[in-house]
């Protein structure tokens, strides 16, 4: 790394950011020099930006515009591409990346301003497949079904999905021309079908899995399964909702 | 009159609570909030959520409940309401089970509970240890479906800047401002409920999430609410340090028999599974013996301060002590703690089932809020109502962990029904109020958007957010000294005239963060100076409320609930009396059975 060759100097931190004050405006990059402290991640680095948004060659810009909150991947706010991998930005750890990094917005979803990106696509699909429990009433209506051990132990995995877009990112089908909804969204499709409730519900839900941007779309390339920073089964829920869509399409054309 | 409007700020669970149960009513509801809801910050609870469901037969009951949540909160809370929280626990247990959330079960599929600190009891429902995520989707959930039906309009991506209060001193609306288009707008509303969370942020690094800046809090004080017990701050004992955050360390990993320990010799360079049984110190168990581990936060807080502090006996000379849970089965700690382990060994490269965890206090939650009545959420201001960590009323001087999942819902589903009746019963609506209340309102707030974009000073917004940080954490956290107070104090008033001089470096109009920033840092500024005045004038020990030259709780002159209002640009601060009507109070111990 960068230590090794500049062995007098304070270690640095080199970035190269893909800047876009607008949607409609065009990308430029910037480099960053900041100097380097020990377990610095990406979002101390564009907080050091922000108290002093000063490019390497010293020229004055405005601080990085980019989503975070819970800085623990659990929120799922601040997926960017850094070094070209889909990732959250917050367990993006400086010593474990390449110098200088590479930060650049998603790809595959309309940007705001610089890294910060709209993903309300993926929040109007879960609203497509109906990604709840349609439960009577917030009023007492006494415990909820029993659930063995072993079918929450399937579903909590999938229930930790954080609406990231990795997956979406990553998807070949995902893009300009495909409203593919991606892997996400059936894997919300299978939790529901799998809960005791929901499972009352499972045509609807994968009536509106099927068409336009639906399950068929999905090409098995399994990039999905990989960039899930939760490790979510993505594929697995991929082949299942498949098959559950195959079924229903199957039966309804067998009773007409 | 036209039927009511109702808006909600804030969309975490008891923001999402309130809106379900407008809409339930049938009753419109806009929800505002920064970031889309599924990213609010409840997602980072861990541990669980408590309801006397005595699923483990040990004789629990919502009274116990009830008496640890007021003695584990030493005596401060009125009593009342606190009382219908835990009655109400098991209902809202069996609401969240109906709605989906994916809850650990027993192998006869009914709902597992673990233990947690402040109680001897079995009463905290998880899923793995991620129930604060996993309670936020279920909720999510249901409130999409309602947008689904037509019932709610997100207004996600808005911020909240001023409340629109009219010549009558009623609230209206809102004005708010769009963080893309930065647009300043009002909304009106018959009723407004703020759901607007913690204020981490105040403390500069915390447990706490971006957003969790009190800004809203402020911003009402300002506008004439009261705000209470501010000094009341939660430093939870176990959270992993960081430059950007304090990551949390769940109290469950104690609850599922983590151990806390530092070697009896300080300078002991083995690692930490070598170190024999012997020479290692046990503190909380062996001070604790009846509480152990599980002894409420701000006493845990309190002993790893003196271990490291005075006793000087933090890991290698360091500010940390060991989480040890590495002899629990590693099938056990995956099913019920992968969730945080994974966080560890993310951010820190070691993973915890192999070698004790090494962790710290640090700023967790505020039992201080916004003030209101023990009947049904409503503030100083009529019209406006609130719920959840924003207001004050359930936790008294320490808050119990796994109670502010169940406190929020709870809050939040007796505020969304109270909104809905306040606007039904009012004689005139909101359309129908003077327009000049939001004229002058969205004037105001553009004014002051365009002073902090035109200004061109030699401070920077980020600077002075980490020096108040670190004032707030160094003299008003763990231990309160009469004299740092009032440094502080001074400090923060120097930040306030500094502040006049900031710089954003972005003029921009379009999704300027920078700008959005500095105005929520002008809120903090104010809302540190409460926090440290009525930590400076509470001259008693009380809960996480410590003073070493006051060290005892003073009923005599201390069973108070401080209220600070704002007055003529500066802060006053009154007292009025706790309601005991339920719980006499008596002395706070956890080495001995209670």
Not at chain 2, 313 to 325: F, R
Not at chain 2, 335 to 354: A, T
Not at chain 2, 439 to 460: C, F, I
Request: aromatic share 8%; hydrophobic share 40%.
């Amino acid at each position: 790394m960068s230590e090794a060759k500049q062995p007098k100097q304070p270690k640095q931190v080199l970035l190269r950011i893909k800047r876009q004050h607008a949607p409609k405006e065009k990308p430029v990059w910037e480099e960053f020099a900041l100097s380097w402290r020990p377990a610095m991640n990406i979002i101390i680095c564009l907080r050091d930006i922000a108290e002093n948004p000063v490019t390497r060659d010293g020229k004055k810009t405005t601080p990085v515009a980019y989503d975070s909150n819970c800085l623990e991947e659990v929120c799922g706010s601040c997926a960017m591409l850094i070094n070209g991998q889909a990732r959250m930005a917050c367990s993006a750890l400086i010593d474990q990346l390449d110098q200088p990094i590479r930060i650049e917005p998603l790809s595959k979803f309309p940007v705001v301003r610089d890294l910060a990106v709209d993903r309300q696509f993926m929040f109007e699909s879960l609203k497509r497949v109906k990604a709840w429990i349609p439960i009577d009433g917030t009023y007492n209506l006494g415990a909820g079904p029993r659930v063995a051990p072993e079918v929450q132990e399937k579903a909590y995995p999938l229930s930790r999905c954080i609406t990231c877009g990795n997956c979406l990112e990553v998807c070949p089908q995902v893009n300009h021309h495909n409203p593919f909804m991606g892997a996400a969204i059936f894997s919300q499709v299978r939790l529901f079908n799998m809960h005791p409730t929901g499972a009352m519900h499972a045509k609807e839900r994968l009536r509106a899995s099927m068409g336009h941007g639906g399950i068929e779309d999905c090409a098995n390339a399994q990039n999905c399964v990989v960039a899930c920073p939760k490790q979510i089964p993505l594929t697995e829920s991929l082949a299942e909702i498949n098959r559950q869509a195959w079924k229903q399409s199957l039966l309804g054309w067998l009773v007409g | 009159m036209s039927a009511p409007k109702i808006i909600v700020v804030g969309g975490g669970l008891a923001g999402l609570m309130a809106t379900i149960r407008v809409a339930e009513a049938g009753i419109p509801v806009e929800l505002f909030s920064i970031v889309p809801v599924k990213r609010s910050h409840s997602v980072c609870a861990q541990g669980g959520i408590n309801a006397a469901k005595n699923q483990k037969g040990e004789g629990d009951t919502t009274q116990k409940h009830f008496d640890d949540t007021i003695y584990g909160g030493d005596f401060l809370a009125n009593q009342p309401l606190v009382k219908r929280m835990c009655e109400a626990a098991p209902g809202i247990i069996d609401l969240l089970d109906r709605m989906g959330v994916m809850f650990n079960r027993t192998p006869e599929g009914l709902l597992d509970y673990r233990r947690f600190g402040g109680t001897l009891y079995h009463r905290t429902a998880f899923a793995g240890a991620t129930t604060g995520q996993q309670l936020l989707y279920a909720l999510d959930e249901q409130v999409r479906r309602h947008e689904f039906e037509g019932h709610v309009t997100k207004r996600e991506g808005w911020t909240f800047l001023s409340a629109v209060i009219d010549e009558s001193r009623v609230c209206r609306g809102i004005c708010a401002m769009d963080l893309r288009s930065m647009e300043v707008k009002t909304f009106p509303a018959d009723a407004v409920i703020f759901c607007t969370g913690g204020i981490g942020a105040i403390f500069g690094r915390s447990t706490n999430s971006v957003v969790c800046t009190g800004s809203a809090q402020s911003a009402l004080l300002q506008q004439g609410i009261d705000y209470a017990n501010g000094e009341f701050i939660q430093v939870h004992p176990t959270a992993i340090p960081g430059e950007d955050k304090l990551r949390l360390m769940s109290e469950s990993a104690r609850g599922e028999g983590g151990r806390v320990w530092v070697p009896r010799n300080p300078s002991d360079t083995r690692r930490a599974k070598s170190i024999p049984e012997p020479e290692r110190f046990y503190f909380l168990e062996e001070w604790y013996p009846k509480y152990g581990n599980l002894v409420p936060r701000d006493i845990a807080t309190r002993a790893i301060h003196r271990i490291v502090y005075q006793e000087k006996l933090g890991i290698g000379g360091q500010a940390a002590v060991y989480l040890d849970v590495t002899h629990i089965p590693r099938e056990t700690l995956d099913r019920k703690l992968e969730g945080i382990l994974e966080i560890y060994q993310k951010f820190l490269g070691v993973d915890p089932r192999n070698e004790p965890m090494k962790v710290f206090p640090a700023m967790h939650y505020t039992m201080g809020g916004i003030w209101v009545n023990g009947e049904d959420q409503a503030t100083t201001v009529p019209g406006i109502y609130a719920a959840g960590e924003c207001e004050y009323q359930y936790h008294g001087a320490n808050r119990l962990g796994a109670n502010s999942l169940v406190s929020c819902i709870f809050g939040g589903g007796i505020a969304g029904p109270a909104a809905v009746a306040y606007a039904q019963g009012l004689r005139k609506s909101a359309d129908a109020a003077s327009c000049s209340a939001f004229a002058s309102e969205e004037k105001r707030q553009k004014e002051k958007n365009q002073a902090l974009l035109s200004q061109h000073g030699t401070e920077n917004p980020i600077t002075i957010w980490k020096e108040m940080g670190e004032i707030m954490t160094e003299h008003v956290t763990v231990t309160r000294i009469n004299k740092n107070l009032e440094t502080a104090y001074g400090l923060l008033t120097d930040l306030r005239v500094r502040y006049r001089k900031i710089n954003l470096s972005d003029s921009t109009q379009w999704s300027n963060q920078t700008l959005n920033f500095a105005r929520e840092l002008e809120n903090m500024l104010i809302l540190a100076l409460v926090i440290t005045k009525g930590a400076f004038s509470r001259n008693e020990s009380r809960g996480a409320h410590y003073k070493p030259e006051f060290p005892e709780r003073d009923d005599a002159n201390w069973l108070k609930t401080t209220r600070a209002s704002w007055v003529d640009n500066d802060i006053q601060l009154r007292y009025e009396p706790v309601d005991i009507s339920q719980i006499a109070p008596r002395p706070r111990r956890y080495d001995a059975a209670k």
